[in-house]
């Protein structure tokens, strides 16, 4: 009490700063006081108890509720299953080739074509004037092969008539040139005698002149082969010309026909028509608008025409699936738009390369459509039958913890009431299901909610509504990520 009285007296020396503080040290020696008799108490009695056990540290924590299933018999199918949309299985934009105003629209919207059928009238009357021009220009470029014809004929009648001058020309130097050699032998003999004078001089002076009159006949038939000669020879000549003058007349019939064509092409392209048989998708201008040719600067098409009685459907195959891909694969396509259906078909064609930024190959499957219910532009998702079944057993894609690696994942597996990360060899997986190949038993029970638990968590297993693969499979597809 002395002490008491001491330290109270020396706190009221020091100005009384520190009175608060003895209520609590009196309440604070009170409360050690009787912990300490509690302990004393409660060690002669035995009660004295050590800390809890990390066993019932967790049997303190309430189990998880867990759903399980176990492997399953049978392998799966490697299939790749990714979205995909319809395109027609030929498309085209129908261009005008010539300018004009558009005098005639045949279809419209979502109208049935036929192949070679006429579409649409574009009025352009000097390309019609053109064709008529060429036309007569054709006309009377034949008109001047046949005039050829009939000049190579002429001259070769001519030529033929000069060939038949110059043989008698050539004849009648003969002629005259054995009156010749006849009255020379007379005119010698007559000019012996007139020596020997046995005749008189008259005599041979009359034979003489019979001999220069025959000379001279000879000189001038020879004259007329030369100018008959001369006369073939220019027929011959003409004749050359002439059957040149065919020959180009011809050519020209040829220039000339080719403008024809040119220009017939042309009032063809004023008349646009289906190029195979579809629906018309789309129309862009109406009767009267002035249309411009694409060689113009036309770059809106006047028409659209597909075909849909088989269509494509599109779909890019990633590059875990490429080196699986074959034409002529299994394959079937639902759409959104048509729920409830599957369309079968076959991988049709793929680009073989796969497109560097997405590391997906472009990939086709063709699927006939002879009621048109399938439309361009619907999509939905193309399961592509890659491999057959394979062997083994199988669990959903959802057990399947974080990602694999090189074959290797973790599962979660119920162990004597608590979740155990256990490492699992898988093989093939169809983004549902994933064939396990070792790591796990029959027995075994894997986890489905996987992101309720942790490595050691306490589970129960929550009562099975219906463990069929199937109920698997649809768990899986609700929550599972695909591993390849």
């Known amino acids: 009490m002395s002490s008491t009285v001491e330290v109270e007296a020396g706190e009221a020396s020091r100005g009384g700063k520190r009175s608060w503080r003895k209520p609590i040290l009196a309440t604070a020696a009170i409360g050690l006081a009787g912990a300490a008799l509690s302990w004393h108490f409660a060690s002669r009695r035995g009660e004295v108890r050590p800390a809890p056990t990390q066993d019932e540290s967790r049997a303190s924590v309430e189990p998880v509720a867990v759903r399980v299933v176990r492997l399953s018999e049978g392998g799966i199918q490697r299939t790749s299953s990714q979205i995909g949309t319809v395109q027609p299985y030929q498309e085209a934009d129908l261009y005008a080739k010539v300018s004009g105003y558009l005098a005639k629209l ?26 008529n021009r060429a036309a007569a220009d054709l006309e009377q470029a034949e008109a001047a092969v046949v005039q050829a014809e009939a000049f190579v004929e002429s001259a070769a009648a001519d030529r033929a008539a000069f060939a038949t001058a110059v ?5 009648e130097v ?18 012996d005698l007139v020596a020997k004078q046995a005749i008189p001089q008259q005599i041979a002076d009359e034979e003489e002149e019979g001999y220069e009159s025959a000379r001279a006949s000879e000189l001038g038939s020879r004259k007329g082969v030369l100018n008959a000669e001369a006369q073939l020879a220019a027929a011959a000549a003409r004749v050359k010309k002439s059957q040149a003058d065919v020959v180009e007349a011809r050519a020209n019939v040829d220039v000339a026909r080719s403008k024809l064509a040119k220009a017939r092409v042309l009032v063809a392209y004023t008349k646009i028509t289906a190029p195979f048989d579809g629906v018309v998708t789309r129309r862009n201008v109406f009767p009267g608008a002035f249309i411009r040719s694409a060689e113009e600067g036309g770059v809106t098409p006047l028409l659209a025409i597909a075909r849909i009685d088989e269509v494509r459907v599109v779909t890019q195959v990633p590059d875990r699936d490429v080196a699986w891909t074959d034409v002529g694969d299994a394959a079937e396509v639902t759409l959104d738009a048509l729920a409830g259906q599957v369309f079968k078909g076959t991988v049709s064609r793929f680009a073989q ?10 990939t086709e499957i063709d699927l006939p459509n002879p009621e048109g219910k399938i439309r361009p532009g619907m999509y939905g998702v193309a399961s592509i039958l890659l491999d057959r079944e394979s062997k083994g057993s199988t669990l959903p894609a959802s057990v399947l913890v974080g990602e694999s690696k090189g074959g290797k994942a973790d599962v979660y597996v119920v162990k004597d ?28 029970q894997a986890i489905l909610n996987t992101g309720a638990v942790g490595d050691g968590t306490p589970v129960r297993v929550a009562p099975a509504a219906g463990p069929t693969r199937q109920a698997d499979s649809q768990a899986a597809a609700g929550g599972g990520p695909h591993h390849g």
Do not use: C, N
């Open 106 to 131: 045949h279809v419209d919207y979502g109208d049935s074509v036929k192949a070679g059928q006429l579409l649409a009238e574009i009025d352009d009357p000097e390309i019609v004037e053109e064709a």
């Open 417 to 444: 009431g608590v979740a155990r990360k256990t490492r699992v060899e898988i093989g093939a997986d169809d983004g549902l299901r994933v064939q396990i190949l070792s790591g796990m038993s029959p027995e075994d």
């Open 174 to 191: 003969d002629r005259y040139a054995s009156m010749r050699t006849y009255h020379e032998k007379k005119f010698a003999r007559y000019r």
């Open 167 to 171: 043989e008698q020309a050539r004849a």
């Open 353 to 362: 390369s796969e497109d560097p930024t997405t590391r997906t190959m472009h």
